[in-house]
């Protein structure tokens, strides 16, 4: 493998456990759980990235992470599992984001549900 894929993945690694240690904090102090939910959506498509980016492959410029998920596949289908939290995330950024309409309430246990897995999604990705 080479360096240079190996740094930049690092890089995206860094900047998704940021993300996502920030959802934790977020959480565990009572916060928005809008904030909590973008902060799970950031981690999970840095981790995706940064995995595409390890295996010499250029992430594209989306925010969909179903649409990643796909191409991660093409390397490990095992990561198939971890649709349907690729998927919500996803309208936590999409849909969620922006007006029309108030910020969005989530609700907490779901929330940190999801922060879960996207904490066990991240560790497979870390541990290869």
Not at 70 to 75: L, M, Y
Not at 104 to 122: M, W, Y
């Given at each position: ?124 990705i870390r541990s290869r």
């Open positions: 493998m080479d360096d240079a894929y190996r740094i930049q993945a690092e890089e995206w690694y860094e900047r998704g456990r940021r993300d996502l240690e920030t959802a934790r904090l977020v959480l565990e102090q009572g916060g928005y759980t809008d904030a909590v939910a973008y902060h799970v959506q950031q981690s999970v498509e840095k981790y995706l990235k940064g995995y595409l980016v390890l295996n010499g492959k250029r992430p594209p410029k989306i925010h969909e992470h179903d649409t990643l998920l796909n191409h991660v596949a093409e390397f490990d289908g095992s990561f198939e599992g971890f649709r349907d939290l690729c998927e919500k995330a996803s309208r936590y950024y999409l849909d969620d984001r922006y007006p029309p309409g108030p910020p969005p309430e989530n609700n907490q246990d779901e929330v940190g549900a999801d922060l879960g897995r996207a904490t066990e999604l991240i560790n497979i």
